[in-house]
């Protein structure tokens, strides 16, 4: 199957501060990018859709501007969480749908990320 | 109420017995059908999808769509060990493969 990297793996910062998480399409194009939460024992909740060139497209309840999400090629999106607070903590996955000939009946699934915010 | 309902578990079975694993759902919109495998601190990993009702098998694993009672399930045959995992079923409407409602996941744990 497709390749889709995520880093880092994990993070720990502080309250306050921003954290950037990169998520790479390896081996396709992806013309859209998808970002999740999640929560300990919970289900992965969409958090915001990117289409490469344009702006995200923000699930209700997400701060657009607390989490900003940046997708400037076919090959990388990444999203920043800015102001970190402790609440922020949470594994965040994305994943990448592609074109150029890649067969669009699957999404790959990025490691994920851990955010730990102190 | 969710969209998607699936009981968390957590499922103990012993090796080589048949594990099902089931999803409720409530738009009847959702037409594309996955069930996702994640091991912990991992990302989810696509095991079968399926379009709209009827069966799909794939080795030890079975997939089952009853769109007419917006249920799903997933069976797997001679489970293993490394079968233990969380099992996450995820659809959608269609008009993106990667815009996914998730279930809540079910752990499973298949014991030697």
């Known amino acids: 199957g497709a390749v889709v990297s995520q880093h880092p793996s994990w993070v720990i910062c502080k309250s306050g501060t921003s954290v950037k998480i990169e998520c790479r399409s390896l081996d396709f194009q992806a013309t859209t990018m998808f970002w999740y939460r999640q929560f300990p024992k919970q289900s992965l909740m969409l958090m915001a859709t990117s289409n490469e060139g344009s702006k995200a497209t923000y699930e209700q309840g997400v701060e657009k501007d607390k989490f900003l999400i940046n997708h400037a090629s076919l090959t990388l999106s990444t999203l920043t969480v800015t102001s970190a607070h402790p609440e922020d903590s949470s594994f965040y996955i994305c994943s990448a749908e592609g074109g150029q000939g890649r067969r669009n009946t699957e999404a790959f699934f990025g490691q994920g990320t851990r955010l730990t915010v102190v | 109420q969710k969209e998607v309902e699936q009981d968390p578990g957590p499922l103990s079975v012993p090796e080589g017995a048949i594990v099902s694993l089931n999803c409720t759902y409530s738009?009847?919109?959702?037409?594309?059908f996955m069930w996702y495998r994640q091991y912990s601190r991992k990302g989810p990993e696509l095991l079968m999808y399926t379009y709209s009702s009827g069966n799909k098998e794939d080795g030890r694993f079975t997939a089952q769509v009853d769109k007419s009672s917006k249920y799903i399930s997933l069976f797997i045959r001679d489970s293993q060990p490394s079968d233990s995992a969380t099992y996450l079923c995820a659809m959608t409407g269609g008009t993106s493969y990667g815009k996914l409602t998730f279930g809540q996941g079910t752990i499973l744990t298949v014991h030697p």
């Open positions: 738009n009847s919109a959702f037409q594309y």
